[in-house]
């Protein structure tokens, strides 16, 4: 098992100064290498989900464990080794540092856990070229075209194998075709390395190429009919 997720409580304080609560209890869990989509209306807490199982927010109540690592009793330095280690997170929009070339950009989870900028650099350039993306290896984020920052935004969440990877509306902007492509490639690398995928969507195509479909509505999860 790559994620146990038990009874996870999140409400957020709102603006009028009530509580809105966001997830009710939700019970998941995902086995090693299982590529599991979640969708949902936009508003149901698919982000609030996936950001709380991958430490990037905190909750109420319930418990998370990541490889039996219990992330709320994590502190925050641990947490962020934890994440460093363990998970790649790809966010709808990319969020690669643009004074940074592509290379450089997957090489920074490297670099940030310790490694050396020659073993950094050998790692960079082998999940570039199995992400298809090697030829753009020395270009500046600006000079890509959005499927391609994609591209690299996924080299870096991989870049470390971490045991899962967490997507958030990873195409969300990318035609269709292109979509196919990118998240072919992500599943065909996913397999070989038993990564685990979990990934919000509204696109029911790329739903569809994940090996399960779970529904977020008022708060929890249910399988797709
Ligand atoms: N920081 C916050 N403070 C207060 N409310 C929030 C906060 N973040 C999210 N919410 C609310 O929580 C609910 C769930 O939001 P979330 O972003 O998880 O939805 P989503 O399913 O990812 O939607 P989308 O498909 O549009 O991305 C929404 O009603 C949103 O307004
Ligand atoms: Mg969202």
């Given amino acids: 098992m790559v994620l146990k997720v038990s009874g996870l409580n999140k409400s957020y304080l709102q603006g009028d100064g009530t509580f809105l609560e966001v997830l009710k209890g939700i019970d ?3 086995l090693k290498g299982e590529s599991v989509a979640v969708m949902g209306e936009s508003g149901s807490g698919k982000t609030t989900f996936l950001n709380c199982v991958a430490g990037l927010d905190r909750f109420n109540s319930g418990q998370v464990l990541l490889l039996d690592k219990d992330l709320s009793s994590l502190k925050d330095k641990d947490l962020g080794l934890a994440r460093n280690r363990l998970l790649g997170f790809v966010f709808q929009f990319h969020y690669l540092l643009k004074d940074f070339s592509v290379k450089e950009n997957v090489m920074m989870p490297c670099l940030i856990s ?5 073993r950094a650099e050998e790692r960079a350039l082998s999940i570039l070229e199995k992400i298809r993306l090697l030829h753009k290896a020395e270009s500046f984020p600006k000079q890509l075209s959005g499927g391609e920052q994609q591209r690299a ?9 971490p045991s899962l990877l967490v997507m958030d509306e990873p195409t969300g ?5 292109l979509s196919d492509d990118i998240i ?8 070989e390395n038993n990564t685990g995928i979990l990934m ?9 190429m994940m090996d399960k479909i779970l529904r977020l509505k008022e708060g929890v999860l249910w399988n797709q009919e």
């Fill in 153 to 161: 935004a996924i080299a870096r969440a991989l870049v470390m194998n």
């Fill in 173 to 177: 902007n990318l035609d269709e075709h």
């Fill in 114 to 118: 310790g490694e050396t900028q020659s």
């Fill in 200 to 208: 919000a969507t509204h696109n029911s195509k790329i739903a569809g």
């Fill in 184 to 191: 072919a490639t992500v599943l065909k690398f996913c397999k």
């Fill in 28 to 30: 998941f869990n995902l």
